[in-house]
T-cell receptor
Framework: NAGVTQTPKFRILKIGQSMTLQCTQD?????MYWYRQDPGMGLKLIYY???????DKGEVPNGYNVSRSTTEDFPLRLELAAPSQTSVYFC???????????FGPGTRLTVL | AQSVTQLGSHVSVSEGALVLLRCNYS??????LFWYVQYPNQGLQLLLK??????LVKGINGFEAEFKKSETSFHLTKPSAHMSDAAEYFC?????????????FGSGTQLTVLP
């Protein structure tokens, strides 16, 4: 049981480039989340999903897009990367709400 | 709107001393409260959670927290700090938004354990 996995672990992007952060969970959780973590700011919710085909915006969705075609996968798309998107990104999942969220190891993204 | 305040962005204790990390919340409805720990270069993992059952909640690694409604607090304690407790700790409160409850995180407290 791998839990929540994220790829890549690290990435450097140039301004204006695009990329997709991958997230997969093998716990059959309905709920999945994307957060960004900036120093001294805690975690901010970008997008979340309550099941395949259903997504919704969180607190800081601008500049990001998501899709959820399967229960297991919840990719996060960055279009036209900007330096303000330099951050550590965490994917998480939970079986129900409110309940414990299980986090992946994170993706450290730098936009130069 | 729900919010979480963690008092003290950095806390240092000596090995063997009491650990006390403070968390206050605001919520218009009975909250669910969580403490997560993050070790360097890792994701967050759950220490303990309060879900309206017993007000004193015991978690992993000897940590516990007490829900005090009158003080709107959920402070994290451990009687005797160990070097391995050095990490960042996040308090979180449930937030109902749309069809799913979401977690609102505090800004975190970095715990340093001195030998």
């Amino acid at each position: 049981n791998a839990g929540v996995t994220q790829t890549p672990k690290f990435r450097i992007l140039k301004i204006g480039q695009s990329m997709t952060l991958q997230c997969t969970q093998d716990m059959n959780h309905n709920y999945m989340y994307w957060y960004r973590q900036d120093p001294g700011m805690g975690l901010k919710l970008i997008y979340y999903s309550v099941g395949a085909g259903i997504t919704d915006k969180g607190e800081v969705p601008n500049g990001y897009n998501v899709s959820r075609s399967t229960t297991e996968d919840f990719p996060l798309r960055l279009e036209l990367a900007a330096p303000s998107q330099t951050s550590v990104y965490f994917c998480a999942s939970s079986y129900k709400v409110p309940d414990t969220q299980y986090f992946g190891p994170g993706t450290r993204l730098t936009v130069l | 709107a729900q919010s979480v305040t963690q008092l003290g962005s950095h806390v240092s204790v000596s090995e063997g001393a009491l650990v006390l990390l403070r968390c206050n919340y605001s919520s218009s409805v009975p909250p669910y409260l969580f403490w997560y720990v993050q070790y360097p270069n890792q994701g967050l993992q759950l220490l303990l959670k309060y879900t309206s059952a017993a007000t004193l909640v015991k978690g992993i690694n000897g940590f516990e927290a007490e829900f005090k409604k009158s003080e709107t607090s959920f402070h994290l304690t451990k009687p005797s700090a160990h070097m391995s407790d050095a990490a960042e700790y996040f308090c979180a409160v449930s937030l109902f938004s749309g069809s799913a409850r979401q977690l609102t995180f505090g800004s975190g407290t970095q715990l340093t354990v001195l030998p």
